[in-house]
């Protein structure tokens, strides 16, 4: 699938309480915007200036963050 969609599923699977990351969340996260731009970043080749497509999804929560047990 295209990286855009492939970027908003990751952030709704989080939302929606999946995973490792989302163990770390309040208890109700909204997708609060979803914003894409282009950076310029230097080649590592020293071949001038790349674009550099950036996806930025903010989730908003609600509700207290659950406590992290520590495992040694």
């Given at each position: 699938?295209?990286?855009?969609?492939?970027?908003?599923?990751?952030?709704?699977?989080?939302?929606?309480?999946?995973?490792?990351?989302a163990?770390?969340?309040p208890?109700?996260?909204?997708?609060r915007s979803?914003?894409?731009?282009?950076?310029?970043?230097?080649?590592?080749?020293?071949g001038g200036?790349?674009?550099?497509?950036v996806?930025n999804?903010?989730?908003?929560?609600?509700?207290?963050?659950?406590?992290q047990?520590?495992?040694?």
């Amino acid at each position: 699938s295209p990286p855009i969609s492939t970027a908003v599923d990751a952030a709704e699977l989080c939302r929606r309480r999946h995973g490792t990351i989302a163990a770390g969340l309040p208890e109700t996260v909204h997708v609060r915007s979803v914003d894409i731009s282009t950076e310029m970043t230097e080649r590592r080749d020293g071949g001038g200036e790349r674009g550099v497509s950036v996806i930025n999804i903010v989730l908003e929560g609600e509700g207290d963050v659950p406590a992290q047990s520590e495992e040694e």
